[in-house]
Structure formats: structure tokens, C-alpha cells
């Protein structure tokens, strides 16, 4: 008797526990789930740190996102829009793009994800090293 003709003992129940998209579903709306709560506080901290800033006058604006506190808060601001903006695309990719586009997509995506974050993260450190030299 093969492996093959053998009765399964396993209930309806166990054989679907983590089967969703792509058998990842749970793992992947938990991700989302845990990115938005972070991001959510990310964006606070952003509202009232970095965003007075906007508007504000170029020295302003350069002394304000050099303090320490706030150049952080902009990184994880740019890192955590970036990863999150990935990953919610990339299920849009997976879930609606017929199969052959999905791949170039999501590579697509990909690249300009880490293209956007690295652009922002080098505003950054372009910004703070201004301001060192500048005195």
C-alpha cells in the first residue's frame, strides 16, 4: 500500500489551518497589521515634529531635522512609507495582476521601494552633513 492510497487521519480543520493567498494569508495580514501599528505611531511623531517644519524658512527647516529626535523620526518615517507601501502592493500584485505581469510588478516595485527610501534616506544624511559643514 502506498503513501499515497492511505487514509488521511487529518480533520478538514488541520488541513486548511494556514492555507490563504498563496498558503500565507494569516502571516501576511499579521505583518500588515503590525507595520500599521507602527507606522501609526511613526506618523504622530511626524505630525508633531517634523510637519511644523513645512513652510518654514530653509535655515528653519535645516536646524529643525538635525536635531536628533527628528532626523530620526523622518528616517523611520521614510523607511516604515516605503516598507509598507511594498508590501501592501505587492499583495495587490499577487492578488489581481494576471500571472506573468506579477512578477515584473512586483520587481518593479521592489526597486522603486528601495529606490524612494534610499532617495529619502540620502536627503537626510545630505541635509546633516550641510548643516555640520555649514557650521
Known sequence: MSTSDRPSFQTDRKRATGKGSLAKGAEHQL??????YAMATVVVLFLFCVAPLVGAPYETVVEGLTRPFNFVI???????????????????????????????GMIITYLLGWFFCGLGLFALVKILIASMIAG
Open 74 to 104: 523622518m528616517g523611520l518615517f521614510v523607511v516604515s512609507t516605503t516598507y509598507h507601501w511594498r508590501s501592501n502592493i505587492r499583495k495587490v500584485f499577487e492578488d489581481y495582476v494576471p500571472h506573468g505581469f506579477d512578477f515584473a
Open 31 to 36: 505583518e500588515v497589521t503590525y507595520s500599521s
